[in-house]
């Protein structure tokens, strides 16, 4: 790049696959010889990635759009609050553009019209990677677009559709490239990551001479040839998940499963539109512990949803204290417009909403205190993440970037960032570890 490079301003909001359409579209920016900076001020244009899912993401796409146009002036909109073009134009109608999700062909288009490319693309130019916003040792891989199911209080398949899955030799190809670039731990993602291949009926596909069906648990078998951390996120609780475990168990892939369930009352998941079963759900939990007992699962639900109960409530909390789940997020219901869920009757008051939410939270807090408090004495393979006051901050098998806990090493010796360690636990709190280098 030089001086007189085109400046455009990125700013990516929302989930991992928001995170990931980010990436593809710097890529794409980089590629063509356009400059990336860090502030309005000295942009050119400024291109903003918006999250539309639930209100507070709406509210902080918003504000972020409305700063960007008084701050420079000349500002591009796309991402899922993108979908609805005719809302965003009629509160900025200033704006160069509104694109949808995952459109990095219309998004370059709308560049391409009021910011010329200073020349035509060579990959050479970019990493071949590509441009990525995480550190330099993880990377999301995304493997496939939009969802089949319709969750009552989901619009997301009216943001991104319907599931569309990428060939498995496209994604093998491009996780290939991540792990002949250092990365260190592959974190898959998408909708529905267990419905994956289903839109192309499991086509088979080559490899470098393997033959792999478009399938959940034959990429998960084929990722886990790289000898990289793979994590699975966003996996919905189909049969054939019970395959994927004992490639858990095998070390194949990291034994960690990104399930969220969003409730255990079946009339609150009927009310959602979700198939569950709160009894063959603890049945599967402990089968697949049985099978691999490193296994850590993480999972998410929502409390206040219209129409649930106090003995729905309490059926939640003791389906907590059952399954006794590693990681857990809790999201109280939020009327998110579009969404089927608005109509149903018997909404649940705020301050109940509240109520529910702080005493899933502590229940929570103490079956995941337990649960660390079990791994004191234990010798874990970590992955340094950062330099920290005292020693470094780590992150183990059981910790997604980000959403997890991490692993507080105390030591005086310098860690190379990026990196694997081996550790000893030696104390634990409700969500983070604290270790020293193993000797």
């Given at each position: 790049?030089t001086?007189?490079?085109?400046?455009?301003?990125?700013?990516?909001?929302?989930?991992?696959k928001?995170?990931?359409?980010s990436?593809?579209?710097?890529?794409?920016?980089?590629a063509?010889?356009y400059?990336?900076?860090?502030?309005y001020?000295?942009?050119d244009?400024?291109?903003?990635?918006t999250?539309?899912?639930?209100d507070?993401?709406?509210?902080?796409?918003?504000e972020?759009?409305?700063?960007a146009?008084?701050?420079n002036?000349r500002?591009?909109?796309?991402g899922?609050?993108?979908?609805?073009?005719e809302?965003?134009h009629?509160?900025?109608p200033?704006?160069?553009?509104?694109?949808?999700?995952?459109?990095?062909?219309?998004v370059m288009?709308a560049v391409?019209?009021?910011l010329?490319?200073?020349h035509?693309?060579?990959?050479d130019?970019?990493?071949?990677q590509?441009?990525?916003l995480?550190?330099r040792?993880?990377?999301?891989?995304?493997?496939?677009?939009?969802?089949?199911?319709?969750?009552?209080?989901?619009?997301?398949?009216?943001?991104?559709?319907?599931?569309v899955?990428?060939p498995?030799?496209?994604?093998?190809e491009?996780?290939?490239?991540?792990?002949d670039?250092?990365?260190?731990?592959?974190?898959?993602?998408?909708?529905?990551?267990?419905?994956?291949g289903?839109?192309?009926?499991?086509?088979t596909?080559?490899?470098?001479?393997?033959p792999?069906q478009?399938?959940?648990?034959?990429?998960?078998?084929?990722?886990?040839?790289?000898?990289?951390?793979?994590?699975?996120h966003?996996?919905?609780?189909?049969?054939?998940?019970?395959?994927?475990?004992?490639?858990?168990?095998?070390?194949?892939?990291?034994?960690y499963?990104?399930?969220?369930?969003?409730?255990?009352?079946?009339?609150?998941?009927?009310a959602?539109?979700?198939?569950?079963?709160?009894?063959k759900?603890?049945?599967?939990?402990?089968?697949w512990?049985?099978?691999?007992p490193?296994?850590?699962?993480r999972?998410?639900?929502?409390?206040?949803?219209?129409?649930e109960t106090?003995?729905d409530?309490?059926?939640?909390?003791?389906?907590?204290?059952i399954?006794?789940?590693?990681r857990?997020g809790?999201?109280t219901y939020?009327?998110?417009?579009?969404?089927?869920?608005?109509?149903?009757?018997?909404?649940?008051?705020?301050?109940?909403?509240?109520?529910?939410?702080?005493?899933?939270?502590?229940?929570?807090?103490?079956?995941?205190a337990?649960?660390?408090q079990?791994?004191?004495?234990?010798?874990?393979?970590?992955?340094?993440?950062?330099?920290?006051?005292?020693?470094?901050?780590?992150?183990c098998?059981?910790?997604?970037?980000?959403?997890?806990?991490?692993?507080?090493?105390?030591?005086?010796?310098?860690?190379?960032?990026?990196?694997?360690?081996?550790?000893?636990?030696?104390d634990?709190?409700?969500y983070?570890?604290?270790?020293?280098l193993?000797?």
């Amino acid at each position: 790049m030089t001086q007189n490079s085109p400046r455009v301003g990125f700013v990516s909001l929302g989930c991992p696959k928001a995170t990931v359409d980010s990436e593809q579209v710097i890529t794409q920016l980089r590629a063509e010889g356009y400059a990336i900076v860090p502030d309005y001020d000295s942009a050119d244009m400024v291109i903003i990635n918006t999250c539309g899912f639930i209100d507070a993401a709406v509210e902080e796409s918003l504000e972020t759009i409305d700063d960007a146009l008084h701050q420079n002036g000349r500002v591009i909109v796309t991402g899922c609050l993108g979908a609805r073009a005719e809302m965003i134009h009629s509160k900025f109608p200033s704006l160069l553009a509104v694109t949808g999700p995952h459109a990095r062909d219309e998004v370059m288009q709308a560049v391409h019209r009021h910011l010329p490319a200073p020349h035509d693309p060579f990959l050479d130019l970019v990493p071949k990677q590509g441009v990525r916003l995480t550190p330099r040792h993880y990377a999301y891989l995304k493997i496939s677009e939009g969802c089949n199911h319709r969750c009552s209080f989901c619009i997301i398949p009216s943001l991104r559709g319907d599931l569309v899955s990428r060939p498995i030799d496209e994604v093998m190809e491009e996780a290939q490239v991540l792990a002949d670039a250092g990365i260190r731990e592959i974190l898959v993602i998408s909708q529905d990551t267990s419905a994956y291949g289903v839109d192309r009926r499991y086509a088979t596909r080559f490899w470098r001479g393997q033959p792999l069906q478009t399938r959940f648990v034959d990429l998960a078998r084929a990722l886990g040839q790289f000898g990289l951390w793979i994590r699975l996120h966003y996996v919905y609780p189909y049969p054939h998940v019970d395959e994927v475990i004992p490639l858990m168990a095998d070390g194949a892939i990291l034994p960690y499963l990104d399930m969220p369930m969003q409730h255990a009352s079946l009339s609150v998941l009927k009310a959602m539109k979700r198939p569950g079963n709160r009894e063959k759900m603890l049945e599967r939990i402990q089968k697949w512990r049985e099978i691999c007992p490193e296994l850590v699962i993480r999972s998410t639900f929502i409390v206040g949803f219209p129409g649930e109960t106090d003995a729905d409530f309490e059926e939640l909390l003791d389906f907590l204290e059952i399954a006794q789940l590693d990681r857990v997020g809790c999201f109280t219901y939020s009327a998110v417009a579009g969404a089927a869920a608005n109509a149903l009757p018997d909404p649940v008051p705020e301050s109940i909403k509240q109520e529910r939410y702080h005493r899933f939270m502590l229940k929570q807090q103490a079956i995941s205190a337990q649960k660390l408090q079990q791994r004191v004495g234990q010798r874990l393979t970590v992955l340094v993440e950062s330099a920290a006051d005292q020693g470094y901050l780590a992150r183990c098998y059981a910790d997604a970037p980000e959403i997890d806990g991490v692993v507080h090493i105390d030591t005086e010796q310098s860690l190379p960032t990026g990196e694997f360690q081996q550790v000893e636990i030696i104390d634990a709190d409700e969500y983070d570890l604290y270790a020293r280098l193993s000797k």
